[in-house]
């Protein structure tokens, strides 16, 4: 289904924090420092006594050490939990399908559930053999092609899951008139 020469998806079995996801801080000893917060774009937090910490791109259990040593003087008892209370990420479809435009993903989504979530395919124009995600990855853009008519077919394929801020484009089928 992929068409480069990179694997098709990294799944990792960890949660990396990012931009937008919520993130709830609890200190069992010192119910006054717990708070609920989104992580901004600039992927920091602020908190009360310590100021700004960066929190994207770490798992919650660093997140859980940054803060441990940041609270360290104020703290009698060493512990602190942070959870997700919920992530989203925006991606965006585009070209050939019914309701083009941005979405924010609330769970992993694949290419496929993302189209399906902008309404389809436009069965007239759509070329499902021809599907492009751009990602940039380290500052650089990365095309994958995808043939998305073997999965709709019902064959096997592998799933390719989607990352925060891809762009996914079904270009539209050549026709002679």
Do not use: C
Request: aromatic share 6%.
């Amino acid at each position: 289904m992929v068409n480069d020469t990179t694997p098709a998806a990294d799944v990792s079995n960890s949660i990396i924090l990012r931009e937008g996801d919520v993130v709830k801080i609890t200190f069992p000893s010192t119910g006054n420092l717990n708070t609920v917060q989104p992580i901004r774009r600039d992927g920091k937090i602020t908190l009360q006594m310590v100021g700004e910490i960066t929190a994207a791109g770490l798992t919650p259990t660093q997140l859980e050490a940054e803060v441990l040593r940041v609270y360290e003087p104020q703290l009698l008892t060493k512990e602190v939990t942070v959870s997700v209370e919920s992530s989203s990420f925006p991606v965006f479809v585009m070209g050939a399908v019914l309701k083009p435009g941005k979405m924010l993903a609330d769970r992993p989504l694949t290419a496929l559930e993302a189209i399906m979530e902008a309404g389809g395919f436009d069965s007239g124009r759509a070329n499902q053999k021809n599907v492009l995600v751009i990602r940039r990855e380290n500052g650089e853009l990365r095309n994958f092609r995808l043939n998305l008519k073997d999965a709709l077919q019902g064959k096997p394929t592998e799933p390719f899951n989607l990352k925060p801020h891809d762009i996914i484009f079904v270009s539209e089928r050549f026709t002679w008139f």
